[in-house]
């Protein structure tokens, strides 16, 4: 399954571009100054520079600002569309894919796009019933093309945040968590609550938009 990717420079440039209004919101509204801009550069996205830093981790970045405040103002004509509940899981899924590296483009005009090339509608809030069920669980197949390299990659990290300071006993309850939720089973659900749970302990920020992905069951 493939969609339209935009070229990473452009993203890189939007990234650059928003992370730099964060900056300055942020500092206007909460104070922060530059030494802890390049402590959320450095600890977040892995680089002291924001030019040599990877996009996945300027969205890590970003998503951290946004967690402290920061909020993007959608462009006219691609906000956020009022939704059903299981409507606002496709939107998540998509959300969840760019993060993941495998969807360029996480704006609401591709989304759409998206929708009609795979369920022949022309807006999701139209979207209902077997529509829905085939758009989530098509999305949660992609998805799963890349969620067990994202769980292993997370892994390494949270053993290199071992080495570098003992994990504390919250850390490794969630550490733990992660494992007991893929002993339960290989489906996306459990994958998803186990990378959730790694996240954590990495306290790296998930956006509130992805929040509905959460089995009920792990509440």
Request: charged share 25%.
């Amino acid at each position: 399954m493939t969609t339209a990717k935009a070229p990473a420079n452009t993203r890189r440039a939007a990234l650059i571009k928003l992370i730099h209004v964060a900056r300055r919101e942020l500092g206007q509204k909460s104070g922060l100054d530059d030494l802890a801009y390049r402590d959320i550069l450095r600890v977040v996205g892995k680089s002291e520079s924001l030019a040599a830093m990877t996009v996945p981790n300027m969205e890590l970045v970003l998503a951290h600002m946004k967690s402290k405040g920061f909020k993007v103002r959608p462009k006219a004509g691609d906000r956020p569309q009022i939704i059903s509940p299981d409507a606002s899981k496709v939107r998540a899924l998509w959300l969840f894919l760019h993060m993941l590296g495998e969807v360029r483009d996480p704006s609401e005009k591709a989304l759409a796009a998206y929708v009609k090339r795979i369920a022949k509608v022309d807006d999701l809030r139209w979207a209902q019933g077997r529509v829905i069920d085939t758009l989530i669980e098509t999305l949660k197949k992609w998805a799963m093309r890349r969620l067990p390299a994202a769980l292993a990659a997370l892994r390494e990290d949270v053993i290199a945040a071992h080495r570098a300071a003992p994990l504390s006993a919250r850390q490794i309850e969630l550490v733990q968590q992660s494992d007991l939720y893929l002993n339960r089973g290989q489906g996306f659900d459990m994958h998803w609550w186990a990378w959730e749970c790694l996240m954590g302990a990495l306290d790296r920020p998930i956006s509130v938009d992805m929040a509905v992905l959460t089995p009920v069951e792990a509440m």
